[in-house]
């Protein structure tokens, strides 16, 4: 993970606001305006006081209530306004965000994805980027508020006296600046800390839910629960070190404030001695100070969270700004599918070779078995003819055409993949088949499923094709999952077929239907299948045998 600076991670996210500059600003504008209606609302009733004491040159006491009673229904409706307007913003921003994090994973995945935690991957997309709420929400406008009412207020409580502005100018200095400075480097790298530690938590989790069958057979469900016990009271522990900091931070705060309040109120006191200032140059700067500080408050009390947003966002740009192992190619070749071929490929994963000099023709209107031991590189090779990975060196070819030079587009357009393990959505069945091709009917679905020997089963179902197959399809077997699989393949009738153990989880009698109905589909297609299984075998034109890496 990329460790950022707090101001590199507030700038690029800053960055974000740009098409909603217009709203940022109208939310700066009322919480200005909002503030100072609060604040004058009480400066306004010192000057009552001081009418009544019968100080001249003031308004007459019914204009001031009348202000007072404008500034008070004023600052209701902006207070409201404003937050109505960061909201907006906050959750317009989180929804671009979300798409981008989404567009990135696309862009990475697979082979960027093959090795992440599922359960920290979920963490970032769901409470990582909704912690950037507090950010855009109470965080940007606030910094731009408390600056403008700072210096408005700094400017009028020195109107009366520069030595009372240079005290109101150092408190609001110190506590919506030094404060929350301090705070957040007294907190160090808690915050990421703390997040590194709630998505491996939430990872941990999920892989306990999947693997709960495995647990209870094996009786390892009390082990795994004193594992997730700890892991909580370690994450708990850091986030009560944190809630400390962050009570540290409120008491000095508070003690701050009421230690330039007094100051102010000195200082005054002594000018007044002095012949400096009038009795209501102690009065007006004591009330317009103590009731300035909101602003400032809400920043010195950001102190401690942001260290958890500026976390969150960190991890958010991780994503964002990681490179793909394949750039996708939108500006490529648009071909037609006419056969395959590998030259020379050599693959290697890290520093462990996997392909040595590999080199096979896939013509059209055969079917290609690849057989061999686990591990020997037979899935590798489909992933490269997919381009999920690049080769080391040598080519891999589709219609004579580097496959990098193809348009990804064309590319999948051209290939139907089948792997040993079908993923299904929380969807009905036929919504799942349909993944393959959206705009498929109701027939076409049926007739795939019939090529893919599962029609059968699927009527049995109370709902036949509009089953909900629960999530992660946990309520279909191994093998009726992997009969849906096959149906996608062929529903998308693509001229490229590659199937990674299509077999595996199927009866004999299956089987054999599902390698019949690739023997009819195979005109104007090319199948390449990868098994172990000598009965799968015997359905190929040809067969080659990977072994350690080699072809032959």
């Given at each position: 993970?990329?460790?950022?600076?707090?101001?590199?991670?507030m700038?690029?996210?800053?960055?974000?606001?740009?098409?909603?500059?217009?709203?940022?600003l109208?939310?700066?504008?009322?919480?200005?305006?909002?503030?100072?209606?609060?604040?004058?609302?009480?400066?306004?009733?010192?000057?009552?006081?001081?009418?009544?004491?019968?100080?001249?040159?003031?308004?007459?006491?019914?204009?001031?209530?009348?202000?007072?009673?404008?500034?008070?229904?004023?600052?209701?409706?902006?207070?409201?306004?404003?937050?109505?307007?960061?909201?907006?913003?906050?959750?317009?921003?989180?929804?671009?965000?979300?798409?981008?994090?989404?567009?990135?994973?696309?862009?990475?995945?697979?082979?960027?994805?093959?090795?992440?935690?599922?359960?920290?991957?979920?963490?970032?997309?769901?409470?990582?980027?909704?912690?950037?709420?507090?950010?855009?929400?109470?965080?940007?406008?606030?910094?731009?508020?408390?600056?403008?009412?700072?210096?408005?207020?700094?400017?009028f409580?020195?109107?009366?006296?520069?030595?009372?502005?240079?005290?109101?100018?150092?408190?609001?200095?110190?506590?919506?600046?030094?404060?929350?400075?301090?705070?957040?480097?007294?907190?160090?790298?808690?915050?990421?800390?703390?997040?590194?530690?709630?998505?491996?938590?939430?990872?941990?989790?999920?892989?306990s839910?999947?693997?709960?069958?495995?647990?209870?057979?094996?009786?390892?469900?009390?082990?795994?629960?004193?594992?997730?016990?700890?892991?909580?009271?370690?994450?708990?522990?850091?986030?009560?070190?944190?809630?400390?900091?962050?009570?540290?931070?409120?008491?000095?705060?508070?003690?701050?404030?009421?230690?330039?309040?007094?100051?102010?109120?000195s200082?005054?006191?002594?000018?007044?001695?002095?012949?400096?200032?009038?009795?209501?140059?102690?009065?007006?700067?004591?009330?317009?100070?103590m009731?300035?500080?909101?602003?400032?408050?809400?920043?010195?009390n950001?102190?401690?969270?942001?260290?958890?947003?500026?976390?969150?966002?960190?991890?958010?740009?991780?994503?964002?700004?990681?490179?793909?192992?394949?750039?996708?190619?939108?500006?490529?070749?648009?071909?037609?599918?006419?056969?395959?071929?590998?030259?020379?490929?050599?693959?290697?994963?890290?520093?462990?070779?996997i392909?040595?000099?590999?080199?096979?023709?896939?013509?059209?209107?055969?079917i290609?078995?690849?057989?061999?031991?686990?591990g020997?590189?037979?899935?590798?090779?489909?992933?490269?003819?997919?381009?999920?990975?690049?080769?080391?060196?040598?080519?891999?070819?589709?219609?004579?055409?580097?496959?990098?030079?193809?348009?990804?587009?064309?590319?999948?357009?051209?290939?139907?993949?089948?792997?040993?393990?079908?993923?299904?959505?929380?969807?009905?069945?036929?919504?799942?088949?349909?993944?393959?091709?959206?705009?498929?009917?109701?027939?076409?679905?049926?007739?795939?499923?019939?090529?893919?020997?599962?029609?059968?089963?699927?009527m049995?179902?109370?709902?036949?094709?509009?089953?909900?197959?629960?999530?992660?399809?946990?309520?279909?077997?191994?093998?009726?999952?992997?009969?849906?699989?096959?149906?996608?393949?062929?529903?998308?009738?693509?001229?490229?077929?590659?199937?990674?153990?299509?077999?595996?989880?199927?009866?004999?009698?299956?089987?054999?239907?599902?390698?019949?109905?690739?023997h009819?589909?195979?005109?104007?297609?090319?199948?390449?299948?990868?098994?172990?299984?000598?009965?799968?075998?015997?359905?190929?034109?040809?067969?080659?045998?990977?072994?350690?890496?080699?072809?032959?």
């Amino acid at each position: 993970m990329k460790k950022r600076s707090d101001l590199a991670v507030m700038g690029r996210l800053i960055g974000l606001v740009k098409p909603l500059l217009g709203f940022m600003l109208t939310a700066i504008a009322m919480g200005v305006a909002g503030f100072l209606c609060a604040q004058f609302l009480t400066i306004f009733g010192g000057f009552a006081m001081l009418n009544v004491l019968g100080f001249s040159g003031l308004p007459a006491l019914s204009t001031l209530f009348i202000c007072m009673g404008i500034f008070a229904v004023a600052r209701g409706i902006l207070r409201y306004a404003e937050q109505a307007c960061n909201h907006f913003i906050a959750f317009k921003l989180l929804a671009l965000i979300r798409d981008k994090v989404f567009a990135a994973l696309r862009r990475l995945a697979p082979a960027k994805l093959e090795g992440r935690d599922k359960g920290d991957l979920i963490s970032v997309i769901t409470s990582d980027i909704e912690l950037l709420e507090v950010f855009y929400a109470h965080t940007i406008s606030p910094i731009a508020i408390a600056l403008i009412v700072s210096v408005i207020m700094t400017l009028f409580i020195g109107s009366y006296h520069w030595l009372l502005g240079l005290v109101a100018a150092l408190a609001f200095l110190t506590v919506g600046v030094l404060v929350p400075v301090v705070a957040a480097r007294t907190g160090g790298s808690r915050g990421l800390e703390y997040r590194t530690q709630s998505g491996a938590l939430s990872a941990f989790v999920l892989d306990s839910l999947r693997g709960l069958d495995q647990l209870i057979q094996y009786d390892a469900g009390p082990r795994r629960l004193r594992e997730m016990d700890r892991r909580t009271g370690e994450l708990l522990k850091k986030e009560g070190r944190m809630k400390a900091a962050l009570g540290t931070a409120t008491a000095c705060t508070g003690a701050l404030i009421l230690f330039f309040s007094l100051s102010m109120l000195s200082l005054s006191y002594l000018l007044y001695r002095q012949g400096a200032v009038a009795f209501d140059g102690v009065l007006i700067p004591l009330i317009a100070i103590m009731s300035s500080f909101g602003p400032v408050v809400a920043l010195a009390n950001l102190g401690s969270t942001l260290q958890q947003t500026f976390a969150a966002g960190n991890r958010v740009l991780d994503i964002l700004d990681e490179s793909p192992v394949v750039e996708e190619n939108t500006t490529g070749k648009t071909v037609s599918f006419s056969g395959a071929a590998c030259d020379g490929v050599n693959f290697t994963y890290g520093e462990e070779p996997i392909l040595q000099n590999v080199s096979l023709t896939l013509p059209p209107d055969k079917i290609i078995g690849i057989t061999g031991r686990s591990g020997s590189g037979k899935s590798t090779l489909l992933k490269l003819l997919m381009r999920f990975w690049d080769t080391s060196s040598g080519t891999v070819s589709v219609s004579g055409e580097n496959v990098k030079d193809i348009r990804t587009a064309s590319l999948r357009q051209m290939q139907s993949y089948v792997t040993q393990e079908t993923y299904l959505f929380h969807d009905s069945i036929e919504a799942n088949v349909k993944v393959a091709k959206p705009g498929a009917t109701h027939e076409e679905v049926v007739e795939a499923c019939k090529k893919a020997s599962v029609h059968d089963f699927i009527m049995t179902l109370p709902k036949g094709y509009d089953t909900n197959v629960g999530e992660l399809g946990d309520t279909l077997s191994g093998g009726e999952r992997q009969r849906l699989g096959i149906a996608r393949a062929f529903l998308h009738d693509a001229p490229l077929i590659l199937l990674d153990e299509p077999t595996s989880n199927l009866d004999s009698l299956n089987e054999a239907v599902i390698l019949k109905s690739l023997h009819q589909q195979r005109q104007g297609k090319t199948v390449v299948l990868v098994s172990h299984r000598a009965s799968t075998m015997r359905v190929a034109d040809t067969t080659y045998s990977v072994e350690h890496g080699r072809l032959s």
